[in-house]
């Protein structure tokens, strides 16, 4: 069966250091991954998209990026945080139309 | 832009209650539409998925309707229980199947004992 894997949990980081958050498909190949991210009281805000390897849609510009090395991998990075990149990042996967599935998220506070 | 809107933002019930949660979107030209569970702190967990030329789908006391034409979708919860506090999100996919999700901002569910 399909499992995603997503890591850390959690995070405190000063603003100004870099940032790198990891996630991991197993069961499945070629999947579409994504990275969302929700705010305290908003909804869920789409970062970016990637339909395969090295291919990344970004869907708000902004302090962050993502790419994926692997086909199953999908890593967001930041070179210097902000206090605006405080959330709740999470991280998805779909095979091509069909069900959407998540990870468990990574509580990130910028101080 | 596809928008997606959840109505009520919270609803609190007794256990047993039926409930609706309803789902309305702005561009009809969908190709699926899924609803969650989320739990506090926690990631989404998936509860149905209705492709486009579905009417509903069913998973034990939950019920999802979809009313493409209208841009509306509902998620019946029958006999509630405590368990079943969580926020509730519903998301579509464009008519492509490659781009993602877009969703709404939820509704919080409340059943007391």
């Known amino acids: 069966s399909q499992t995603i894997h997503q890591w850390p949990a959690t995070l405190v980081q000063p603003v100004g250091s870099p940032l790198s958050l990891e996630c991991t498909v197993e069961g499945t190949s070629n999947p579409n991954l994504y990275w969302y991210r929700q705010a305290a009281g908003r909804g869920l805000q789409l970062l970016f998209y990637?339909?395969?390897?090295?291919?990344i849609s970004s869907e708000v510009p902004q302090n962050l990026s993502a790419s994926r090395p692997q086909d199953r991998q999908f890593i967001l990075s930041s070179k210097k945080l902000l206090l605006s990149d405080s959330g709740f990042y999470l991280c998805a996967w779909t095979e091509t139309g069909l069900e959407a599935f998540f990870g468990q998220g990574t509580r990130l506070t910028v101080v | 832009k596809q928008e997606v809107t959840q109505i009520p933002a919270a609803l609190s019930v007794p256990e047993g209650e039926n409930l609706v949660l309803n789902c309305s979107f702005t561009d009809s030209a969908i190709y699926n539409l899924q609803w969650f569970r989320q739990d506090p702190g926690k990631g989404l967990t998936s509860l149905l998925l209705i492709q486009s030329s579905q009417r509903e789908q069913t998973s034990g006391r939950l019920n999802a309707s979809l009313d493409k034409s209208s841009g509306r979708s509902t998620l019946y919860i029958a006999a509630s229980q405590p368990g079943d506090s969580a926020t509730y999100l519903c998301a579509v996919r464009a008519n492509q199947a490659g781009t993602a999700l877009i969703f709404g901002k939820g509704t919080t569910l409340s059943v007391s004992s």
């Open positions: 990637s339909v395969g390897i090295g291919q």
